[in-house]
């Protein structure tokens, strides 16, 4: 017969004790980890039950606190949208909307306070075929609409941005191909009334996309494209411009072994200019477009007021990611929201990090996601302190989208 060593109980005792309180430990290190790890807290959120698929591109905020969205909306009889502009208060209630029935499929990307005369609207119009245009829509604080623009060339890019300067004149950025079949940057100047004045161009010998305009404290514009150098891969670059079309200065950020890509543009309270993006590799360049593996990461970069690079950092996680929108806080701490497409831990859906002035991240929080490949398309600092942040933006997929809003808490 064989007996149990008391001293052996008295051990698997012990270890026992020891095991539930290391369990203990981990469990509270991992809530208390949870815990600071978020960024913000939810105010609160709105999402639309809609049987059509749909989804927000851009939202601005108006001096009352209401809050204007643009985004778009499936036609009853297919995969085409349709302009969708929606007004809310403070507390996300819905004040009034309205749906632009325009032929074929339209891709909000731009909305801007336009003064008194009420919003002007950036989008890609694709009418039956297979090429798209670039349109402006100008309507009135009731969304009635005042007038429409559209470019003479097809766009050599689905994307095109508008901004104001401050003396009311209209500035159109969009993407062309000239006579030899390079892509060029199209920077147009328009009056109140959408008739165009002036047309300016950047690139003369390297294939280059424009990507983002913004309107500058003193009253100069700054343009946000991608250029193809005559060696190594695609940059980002910025040009800063009077209101005369004339460059003040044109800076290329460093080039990598990736190819980097602008997404947004923003002013910063320290007299600077951030480029939010990404920044790609391709391990097998050499496949088929459909078969080629990429990994991306969330790139930031910020420039002084002469165009000089302080900084470019690229953020991760441990997937891939890519950065969409960014808002400076008022201390310079920079809100970055994005996704996290992949992930080797299942974390995926929108992404919104906490990058300080100098470009060192301090927390980032990934979202629920609602379907694949969902996304934070744009983020403002609201009046109250807070922020908000829309989603998805345009998306080239067949499944279905849900477009939401998340309001959120002002930071302590």
């Not at 698997?12 to 815990?35: E, G, N």
């Not at 309205?98 to 609207?121: S, T, Y």
């Not at 990090?353 to 996304?375: C, E, H, S």
Request: aromatic fraction near 10%; proline fraction near 5%.
């Amino acid at each position: 017969m064989c007996r149990l060593n008391p001293f052996n109980k008295t051990a698997m005792q012990k270890l026992t004790d020891y095991q539930r309180l290391i369990t203990c430990i981990a469990t509270f290190f991992f809530a208390v980890y949870s815990v600071f790890s978020q960024i913000i807290e939810i105010t609160w959120e709105k999402n639309f039950e809609i049987h059509a698929s749909h989804y927000f591109s851009d939202v601005l905020e108006l001096p009352n606190g209401h809050f204007i969205l643009l985004g778009a909306i499936e036609k009853p009889e297919g995969r085409s949208f349709d302009i969708w502009l929606l007004e809310c208060n403070s507390q996300g209630d819905t004040l009034k909307t309205k749906v632009f029935g325009f032929p074929g499929n339209d891709i909000p990307m731009k909305i801007i306070a336009n003064g008194e005369n009420g919003f002007l609207i950036a989008y890609i119009g694709k009418p039956e075929g297979t090429e798209s245009f670039a349109r402006l829509l100008a309507v009135d604080p009731a969304f009635a609409e005042l007038w429409t623009a559209e470019t003479e060339q097809p766009s050599a890019l689905l994307r095109t941005d508008v901004a104001l300067d401050n003396e009311g004149n209209i500035w159109w950025l969009n993407t062309f191909s000239n006579q030899t079949g390079q892509s060029d940057v199209s920077l147009w100047k328009l009056d109140k009334k959408g008739k165009k004045t002036a047309e300016f161009s950047f690139e003369e010998n390297n294939p280059a996309a424009g990507y983002s305009i913004r309107t500058l404290p003193d009253g100069t514009l700054a343009v946000s494209s991608q250029v193809q150098p005559p060696k190594g891969k695609p940059t980002v670059q910025v040009i800063r411009v009077d209101t005369d079309g004339k460059i003040l200065w044109k800076t290329l950020v460093p080039q990598s072994d990736k190819i980097l890509t602008p997404q947004c543009l923003c002013c910063s309270p320290d007299n600077t200019l951030l480029v939010g993006g990404y920044a790609g590799l391709c391990y097998n360049p050499d496949a088929p477009k459909e078969d080629q593996i990429w990994d991306f990461d969330y790139l930031l970069t910020k420039l002084d007021a002469t165009g000089k690079v302080l900084w470019t950092q690229n953020y991760n996680r441990e997937g891939s990611e890519k950065g969409t929108a960014i808002a400076v806080l008022p201390d310079g701490n920079i809100m970055a929201a994005g996704k996290c497409e992949t992930s080797f831990t299942g974390t995926i859906g929108p992404w919104l990090l906490m990058v300080d002035k100098n470009g060192k991240m301090l927390k980032d929080q990934v979202f629920k996601f609602r379907f694949v490949k969902d996304q934070a398309a744009r983020i403002i600092c609201t009046n109250d302190g807070g922020l908000l942040m829309i989603g998805p933006g345009y998306i080239d997929t067949e499944h279905r989208l849900t477009g939401w809003v998340k309001k959120l808490k002002p930071l302590m």
